[in-house]
């Protein structure tokens, strides 16, 4: 078996990891801060996502362009579950999204607001109140779902899933700093991806 693909799709979205963690972190902000002063707090954050999605794409083809083995296609009727988890985390992630503040989540509130605010309200409810990180339930899904797995993608995977994981540890230090026992609170009442018979109470 050729381990060229999926060693290079792993290398690549480690690299990619490393370098979307740094830029989003404290201190690359309060350098943009320090650098550009009030015109960071209003930019920074679309900049980062655009910057985001754009270094990401050289993953992408690296992985497309070096497959790898194909490990197993689904066949029907399994075909039907897979593609109605897939659905199930894309209608997660919309609903994620939806339920939060979008335009601050892309970056485009801060660029109309007095005062920037570089954190969004705390929600826990709705989809919330069953997951702390929807949009990361969803994306979990649509990657270990999908209908044909081939080695390099089984790479994406495993690379997506430790980084996911990983980042959602850090985010939720930030969000305890932010927000104190309220999120602690939380932390102990809803699961951090998928859902188990023991929600939050909260409303």
Known sequence: MNLTGPALTFLAFALYAILHSLLASLWAKGKSRALLGSLS????????????GISFLPVLW???ANPGS?????????????TVLQLTGAAIILGGMLQTDVWHFLGLRQLTQNTPSAESPLIITGLYRY?????????????WFTPQMTTSLL??????TIYLYVGSIFEERRLVAAFGEQYERYQQQVPRFFPFPRFSQER
């Open 155 to 160: 790479a994406f995977n495993v690379a997506a």
């Open 41 to 52: 707090d209003r930019a920074y954050r679309l900049t980062y996502n655009l910057f985001a």
């Open 131 to 143: 997951m702390r990180h929807p949009l990361y339930t969803g994306g979990l899904l649509l990657i």
């Open 70 to 82: 194909t490990l197993y296609r689904i066949s029907w009727p399994w075909l039907l579950l897979s």
């Open 62 to 64: 690296i992985m497309a």
